[in-house]
T-cell receptor, first 110, second 119 residues
Framework: QKEVEQDPGPLSVPEGAIVSLNCTYS??????FMWYRQYSRKGPELLMY????GNKEDGRFTAQVDKSSKYISLFIRDSQPSDSATYLC??????????FGAGTRLFVKA | GAVVSQHPSWVICKSGTSVKIECRSL??????MFWYRQFPKQSLMLMAT?????????EQGVEKDKFLINHASLTLSTLTVTSAHPEDSSFYIC???????????????FGEGSRLTVL
């Protein structure tokens, strides 16, 4: 079993839709949860960062962590074609080893 | 956020030659940097962890003699692909943690990546 599971997609949605991206993880010691966005042929960029359980909102993006079910989510409201990218979830114990999910490829159609 | 610069962004070389990729933290000190390899449509594969002033820690299956890592200063780590072969063609990405804070928050800042093509 992988430590972080993420459906690679692809996920295709129309412009304006609400997008839900999800990951599950297996190690209850993970404390830090991140979402990275990676455009084609570019390095990943940090999109959202949360510590422990709860929600965090930044503009159209909401990150959600449920430690009881080991489930992390990223919601994108009013999705735009410019949101088309690969979204990587990642988690960390604080022990200098970040574990990445496989990445979900998202396509937002105009 | 913190900025990590990676150079070159794209390199083509002949089989048997060596290629060096640089990773610089521009506005913070990075005691630890990471090197990844990414194949098309796949996630990041951690190759090694680079610690300033000490030897890199390589992940299982990564050849130390082929992928030489040097972290000579708090702002620079280099990856040298030695005697490159076509199967080494890939997208190489570095990342760094901002070591200024007292608590490691797990945030990683990535370079733009370097696309290596070995002919």
């Amino acid at each position: 079993q992988k430590e972080v599971e993420q459906d690679p997609g692809p996920l295709s949605v129309p412009e304006g839709a609400i997008v839900s991206l999800n990951c599950t993880y297996s190690n209850s010691a993970f404390q830090y949860f991140m979402w990275y966005r990676q455009y084609s042929r570019k390095g990943p960029e940090l999109l959202m960062y949360t510590y422990s359980s709860g929600n965090k909102e930044d503009g159209r993006f909401t990150a959600q962590v449920d430690k009881s079910s080991k489930y992390i989510s990223l919601f994108i409201r009013d999705s735009q074609p410019s949101d088309s990218a690969t979204y990587l979830c990642a988690t960390d114990t604080g022990g200098f080893k970040t574990i990445f999910g496989a990445g979900t490829r998202l396509f937002v159609k105009a | 956020g913190a900025v990590v610069s990676q150079h070159p962004s794209w390199v083509i070389c002949k089989s048997g030659t060596s290629v060096k990729i640089e990773c610089r933290s521009l506005d913070f000190q990075a005691t630890t940097m990471f090197w990844y390899r990414q194949f098309p449509k796949q996630s990041l594969m951690l190759m090694a962890t680079s610690n300033e002033g000490s030897k890199a820690t390589y992940e299982q299956g990564v050849e130390k003699d082929k992928f030489l890592i040097n972290h000579a200063s708090l702002t620079l780590s280099t990856l040298t692909v030695t005697s490159a072969h076509p199967e080494d063609s890939s997208f190489y990405i570095c990342s760094a943690r901002d070591g200024r804070g007292q608590v490691d928050t797990g945030e990683l800042f990535f370079g733009e990546g370097s696309r290596l093509t070995v002919l």
